[in-house]
Nanobody, 124 residues
């Protein structure tokens, strides 16, 4: 089973770009749908994006469309979240999660394997 590990979160300025990575050292991600979720202080965790096994199928939250891009490199066993034009409201802990079904779910409880998250802070 995969054990997602997120990286790439840091403090950035409004308008900056940032790429988050999700790896699963020693355990394959390639046969799993992978999603990114985020949780801001005092708010519920929300769906950001998901990508299918081969990388061609994607699903985005409305706020992410046009600014965020999810992708994967199965040869490297990694999934990425490219975030552009970051705003202070994007400040959150970003989580990577994996599920074995082929459906690109936007519901957190349908994902079985979770990382511990990486903090993204966008200053104004």
């Amino acid at each position: 089973q995969p054990q997602p590990v997120e990286s790439g979160g840091r403090l950035v300025q409004t308008g900056d770009s940032l790429r988050l990575s999700c790896a699963s050292p020693g355990r394959t991600l390639s046969v799993f749908v992978v999603g990114w979720f985020r949780q801001a202080p005092g708010k519920e965790r929300e769906f950001v994006a998901a990508v299918g096994w081969g990388g061609q199928r994607t699903n985005y939250a409305d706020f992410a469309k046009g600014r965020f891009t999810i992708s994967r490199d199965n040869a490297k066993n990694e999934v990425y979240l490219q975030m552009n034009s970051l705003q202070p409201e994007d400040t959150a802990i970003y989580y990577c999660a994996a599920r074995s079904s082929s459906f690109l779910s936007d519901t957190d409880y349908e994902y079985d394997h979770w990382g511990k998250g990486t903090q993204v802070t966008v200053s104004s």
